[in-house]
């Protein structure tokens, strides 16, 4: 079993519609976990992070997080077609926050 | 703006050669890390180093070595390239303490090893 497991996708949804990206993880000591977005070719770039159970809302991204249940997953609303792009999850390794585990990420396909 | 760059940007090598990749930051931060990215891989973790006097291995050590010559300077090293280190190198920084450690990557570099 991977430590963080993604679907790899592609994940294909309309302009305008809700891109729904899950992960799970191993590591029950996670504490912290972070989405990346990385476009083809480019270094990622934080989106961002969610230490509580419950939803997280920032702009048109919402993460939500269930600890019990070793799953998080990124919420786009409204997505566009320059949201395209591989969509990384990566929680925090351990109880601490010293070091990120990185899944291989979900690709996310916005079509007009 | 407070960055992370990375240089070079591109390098085509040959199997044996000693290779630097060098990264440089402007953003104050204490910890910096170097991956690797291969094709459904992900990114692995090579090292990581939290102060000047810190150096730590990650995932994938072997193959490669550190400096950390300031607070904002982290070279990896490759002291025989193999073709199999063929990769996308990213460099990143985190601020650590009294943060949730959240990373910021550089531009990257495209290693090929011929």
């Known amino acids: 079993q991977k430590e963080v497991e993604q679907n790899s996708g592609p994940l294909s949804v309309p302009e305008g519609a809700i891109a729904s990206l899950n992960c799970t993880y191993s590591?029950?000591?996670?504490?912290?976990f972070f989405w990346y977005r990385q476009y083809s070719g480019k270094s990622p770039e934080l989106i961002m992070f969610i230490y509580s159970n419950g939803d997280k809302e920032d702009g048109r991204f919402t993460a939500q997080l269930n600890k019990a249940s070793q799953y998080v997953s990124l919420l786009i609303r409204d997505s566009q077609p320059s949201d395209s792009a591989t969509y990384l999850c990566?929680?925090?390794?351990?109880?601490?926050?010293?070091?990120?585990?990185f899944g291989a990420g979900t690709r996310l396909a916005v079509h007009p | 703006d407070a960055d992370v760059t990375q240089t070079p940007r591109n390098r085509i090598t040959k199997t044996g050669k000693r290779i630097m990749l060098e990264c440089s930051q402007t953003k104050g931060h204490d910890r910096m890390y170097w991956y690797r990215q291969d094709p459904g891989l992900g990114l692995r973790l090579i090292y990581y180093?939290?102060?000047?006097?810190?150096?730590n291995k990650g995932e994938i050590s072997d193959g490669y070595s550190v400096s950390r010559q300031a607070q904002a300077k982290f070279s990896l090293s490759l002291e025989s390239a193999i073709p199999n280190q063929t990769a996308l190198y990213f460099c990143?920084?985190?601020?650590?303490?009294?943060?949730?450690?959240?990373?910021?990557f550089g531009p990257g570099t495209r290693l090929t090893v011929l």
């Open positions: 180093s939290f102060d000047v006097k810190d150096i």
């Open positions: 590591d029950r000591g996670s504490q912290s």
């Open positions: 990143a920084t985190s601020a650590g303490l009294r943060t949730h450690n959240e990373q910021f």
């Open positions: 990566a929680p925090s390794r351990g109880s601490g926050y010293n070091k990120l585990i």
